[in-house]
């Protein structure tokens, strides 16, 4: 596609319930990072693959946190029992190349959970 | 720790004035130093990057400065127009398969 396209655009969660938030990268682009924006704050680094390969998963903030992209392509991030806390934007981008050095990310526009 | 400090929080300028905006960082293994700017609703976009092997990089309106002795950087927009308001992020990465940190932002409204 022209562009990183995520879905849902908003998803309402009641505290405790499961979510699955989707990444659609830009075709033939290698990598994906998903990142978690809170309100008023900059992007925070949650993991990154290197097509079906994740690479880094250091700031998933905890284990109920859970993301995969199985062919390589879409990835889907997943958070068990949610909280509070975890309301904010995840943004997912991806760049074409392997390295990162040099290689400007495509953002998409994020999806804003709410937890209640 | 916060890896890339980010200033003003908020800034205003009128329009046709000159925006700035100051990072500070302090991993020297950090070689790549993106700017990138939010609209409401929308994902980063990039804008701008450079290399600490020049101090000066200039696209259009935009110029980032580069002092690698202080490791600072700054962005500077000139002749700011309405339509630039927007969130602007810095960044920082190291070589090889490392994520960018991002500072926490700078909301600029240009006001006419």
């Known amino acids: 596609g022209a562009g990183v396209s995520q879905s849902p655009r908003y998803k309402v969660a009641k505290r405790g319930q499961d979510v699955a938030l989707r990444c659609d990268p830009i075709?033939?682009?290698?990598?994906l990072f998903w990142y978690q924006q809170a309100l008023g704050q900059g992007p925070e680094f949650l993991t990154y693959?290197?097509?079906?390969?994740?690479?880094?998963k250091s700031g998933l903030p905890s284990d109920r946190f859970f993301a995969e992209r199985p062919e390589g392509s879409v990835s889907t991030l997943k958070i068990q029992r949610t909280q509070q806390e975890d309301s904010a934007v995840y943004l997912c981008?991806?760049?074409?190349?392997?390295?990162?050095?040099?290689?400007?990310?495509?953002f998409g526009s994020g999806t804003r959970l709410t937890v209640v | 720790q916060q890896q890339v400090k980010q200033s003003p929080q908020s800034l205003i300028v009128q329009k046709g004035g000159i925006s700035i905006i100051n990072c500070a960082y302090e991993?020297?293994?950090?070689?790549?130093f993106p700017w990138y700017q939010q609209f409401p609703g929308k994902g980063p976009a990039l804008l701008i990057a450079?290399?600490?092997?020049?101090s000066e990089k200039k696209e259009g309106r935009f110029t980032i400065s580069f002092n690698k002795s202080a490791k600072q950087f700054s962005l500077h927009i000139m002749d700011s127009q309405p339509g630039d308001s927007a969130t602007y992020f810095c960044?920082?990465?190291?070589?090889?398969?490392?994520?960018?940190?991002f500072g926490k932002g700078t909301r600029l409204s240009v006001i006419a």
């Open positions: 981008a991806s760049s074409l190349g392997p390295a990162l050095r040099g290689n400007g990310y495509t």
């Open positions: 075709s033939g682009h290698v990598s």
């Open positions: 693959f290197q097509n079906e390969a994740q690479l880094d």
């Open positions: 991993n020297t293994a950090f070689d790549y």
């Open positions: 450079i290399r600490p092997d020049v």
């Open positions: 960044a920082a990465s190291k070589a090889g398969n490392t994520p960018l940190v």
